[in-house]
């Protein structure tokens, strides 16, 4: 793993926006896994600026997004199908045919979470995917107690999650208690992983997901096995890394980073 810290929210977006950018551009046909979540608002708007201003290219690119709520339509304005519609896909040249997310109105949710395995396996895999983290420790909605193994499949969300999305539905009785995710196993499979958490509300989870001992209490700990994880943290966010000066010393050093420092 590796932990870059940046002064600001936006700097670390525009951190993480660089690296899809460079990867893009290195690879027009990138597989490349997106996550909502009001965290990645920001790269968002980064990577619309890109196109808009820099060229960046996203007519090739084929897109998976990691989870969907079960119940609701692509209209729904709470779906994240409608999100990527509208932070992303309505404001750059991506082909709508190669966006991918779980349908979670599917009659049959097994079979729908097998036909998503099978589609990301027939473009070759996830070759860069995109993550945020939960209050308590999830990434995509692998819940506390999600095997490190596992793949996508619907789960029920947990009382901390209804509490940190409840107010973009009005209140908790209004909100799916279901979501199709990519499971922990899918996406220790992706070829690249790049966590961005931002905010006091994250520092403490962000602590346990890198410095912590590895436990499917905390989904985001098993990033510690991806072979190329890179978390990118604001300052809130990295305030209780104990390791913060040898995180620092290690972005300042390392030739990879050099462009982006
Ligand atoms: C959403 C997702 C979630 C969020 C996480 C953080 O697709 O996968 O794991 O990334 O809940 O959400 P925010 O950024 O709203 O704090």
Aim: with cysteine; net charge neutral.
């Amino acid at each position: 793993m590796e932990v870059i810290i940046q002064p600001t929210e936006e700097a670390a977006a525009a951190l993480v926006a660089r690296v899809v950018s460079r990867e893009l551009r290195a690879n027009p046909h990138l597989v490349l896994g997106l996550a909502t979540g009001r965290t990645m608002e920001f790269v968002y708007r980064q990577l619309v600026r890109l196109h808009k201003e820099e060229q960046l290219d996203f007519s090739l690119c084929r897109t998976f997004n990691l989870d969907e709520y079960v119940g609701l339509f692509p209209s729904d304005p709470n779906s994240y199908r409608h999100y990527m519609d509208h932070h992303l896909f309505g404001r750059v040249n991506v082909d709508p045919r190669n966006t991918h997310l779980p349908n979670g109105l599917a009659e049959d949710l097994d079979e729908e979470c097998r036909k998503y395995e099978g589609l990301i396996r027939r473009f070759g895999g996830i070759d860069l995917q995109l993550l945020g983290i939960g209050e308590a420790g999830h990434i995509g909605f692998n819940e506390p107690l999600s095997a490190l193994r596992s793949r996508t499949r619907a789960k029920a969300l947990t009382p901390t999650t209804l509490k940190q999305n409840s107010s973009f539905f009005g209140g908790e009785q209004h909100m799916p208690r279901r979501a199709i995710t990519m499971g922990v196993g899918t996406i220790l499979e992706c070829r690249r992983c790049l966590l961005l958490a931002t905010s006091h509300r994250k520092a403490a989870v962000i602590a346990q997901a890198v410095e912590g001992p590895i436990t499917s209490m905390i989904s985001a700990t098993a990033l510690q096995l991806h072979p190329r994880c890179t978390v990118v943290v604001d300052e809130a966010a990295a305030a209780k890394l104990a390791e913060g000066d040898y995180y620092r010393w290690i972005f300042a050093n390392e030739p990879e980073w050099q462009e982006f420092r």
